[in-house]
């Protein structure tokens, strides 16, 4: 299996739109912080103006932790564009190119070759996201300064202490890394049925968005789809920035304010991932491979 | 299991059949190729022959059927056997963004090699060892045509199936290919199953032959036997063919007129009969415009598939 992977790898890292997504991570959060580097203050100080009025705001509101939140909540409903990309092309991109019947004339069974795809891909997936990490939390630190994490919401704010956000970024990115092996799954299972990469990827994308669309309106006839819609949950990384208050109003430093929700989110996105994954393999075995 | 091994059978194909909703593409198929044997694999285009190939190599699940290869079932042995077995189906589709040597050691990672030198080994073998670091995307048709049986080869494989492997070639490309597979089969031992519709390339190299049309077996033999030497079939085209036919019929050569899906005069003779038939050809004051000799494997296949 470990061959099949390597393999994998090595073909998904010599083509060159692999880079494509990693450049355009770069050059988002790139723009995103050069846009607040130069406006941000002000920006901030608008969003900041009624709390001003009510308490006295001490120390760099604007700071790398602000920046790497503002940036992940941008960033997150693009990605899966990026990510479609490479793993729409896994199985797909092969068919294009002939080299599938190349691949599924070797000594290795189908099941394998296609769970070493999958792995492959997902690998793919997690070094964006680590890369997206590097950009968007350590770089945004490095230009910002650290410092305590104030997050405004509709009518709350919470104000989590800097010593305590590290490890909720980390939490997040696993987090975020789920959510991106679902759709890496999705668009690998599309990718089985056609023979060039466009089909899949813009089939990933569409569902991302109908999902999405369906997730955002409030009417009751698409309520009982909506827990079960992967969509519901990939931005369940953002529970970790909920802190859990305490009884004298103080913020209960560690917590997570409703940790089993978040833990529900991680578990109906790795049945998705199970389920397209099983799906994948049942189709890949009794493919006729005419391509 | 052994039974086949003893027989020397590599390949057994048994009954084979694949249909695509109302579309029969193979039908009943049963032949089989032994050790040694350059087999050729014949048929017009459409006639079924990448559908087989494509179940020997479990890239198609067939409707009805057995294949045995190595004297072991296919749909029980599959990693087994294809070890043993190298293939380019249809056009040699490589990566093109990796270079020739990449290529390769891909593929022999994938077939169980590890021995580094069999790349090397490989690539002089079909003459890319110059060219083994430059992006398959640069490489000529015939280039592409030699690293994919390269591919084929890299893991040493005891059968190599080749669909096609001339197409798209040059005369000098097609030359290099038929030389290749003529010396791996007499130096290398290996068997051979190459499918192809350039019918005068085969009559070249194979030593044993199928030729199926519309998926179905229409002769299996020793090309030796199905192209007697000592059997001559001849076309006979003369001032008036009418005429020619009536004398003839009336003549004794009567009973070795065959019948011609093109309507020419045909006939079948010993081949030391033929300076008689044309003496009493001019004795029947018949004036020959041509007597042209009709026993090469093209002409034969026509024949066959033609009659169908």
Known sequence: ?291 | MDSSADSGAVIEVAGLGKVYGSLVAVDDLSFSVRRGDVYGFLGQNGAGKSTTIRMLLTLIRPTSGSIRMFGMDISRHRSEILARVGAVIEKPDLYGYLTGRENLRILARLSGCRDRKAIDRVLDTVGLAARADDRVRTYSQGMRQRLGIACALVHDPELVILDEPTNGLDPQGIADIRNLILRLSREGGKTFLVSSHLLSEMELIANRMVIIDKGRKVVEGECRTLLDPERQVVHLETMDDVQTRVRLARSRWAAHIEDDPQGRIRLSLDRADVPQLVRELSDMDVQILALRPFNRLEDYFLSLTQAG
């Open chain 1, 1 to 291: 299996m470990w061959t099949i992977v390597r393999i994998e790898l090595f073909k998904i890292f010599r083509k060159p739109r692999t880079y494509i997504a990693f450049g355009a991570v770069a050059a988002i959060v790139w723009l995103i912080q050069l846009g607040f580097y130069v406006d941000g203050e002000t920006y901030v100080q608008f969003g900041m103006q009624a709390l001003s009025e009510t308490f006295d705001v001490e120390g760099r509101v604007l700071n790398g932790y602000l920046m790497a939140y503002i940036i992940l909540q941008t960033l997150l409903v693009h990605v899966p564009l990026l990510i479609a990309l490479v793993s729409g092309d896994m199985v797909s991109g092969e068919a294009g190119m002939g080299t599938l019947r190349l691949l599924a004339s070797r000594p290795v069974s189908r099941t394998r070759l296609l769970l070493g795809k999958f792995l492959a891909s997902s690998v793919y997936t997690v070094a964006l996201l680590v890369w997206m990490a590097i950009w968007t939390l350590f770089f945004s630190l490095w230009l910002f300064g650290a410092d305590d994490l104030v997050i405004m919401k509709s009518e709350v704010v919470t104000q989590i202490l800097r010593s305590d956000v590290m490890w909720r970024y980390a939490a997040a990115f696993g987090f975020a890394t789920i959510a991106m092996v679902t759709v890496s799954s999705l668009a690998f299972l599309l990718s089985i049925f056609a023979e060039n990469s466009i089909g899949p990827i813009i089939a990933t994308m569409s569902i991302v968005i109908v999902f999405t669309i369906l997730n955002s309106l409030g009417l009751p006839l698409f309520d009982t789809a909506k827990p079960w819609l992967f969509t519901t949950h990939m931005l369940g990384w953002k529970g970790f920035f909920d802190v859990q208050v305490g009884p004298g109003n103080e913020q209960v430093v560690g917590s997570v304010e409703n940790l089993p929700a978040v833990l529900r989110s991680a578990a109906m996105l790795v049945g998705h991932i199970l389920l397209f994954l099983a799906v994948s393999v049942a189709v890949f075995r009794r493919k006729d491979i005419l391509s």
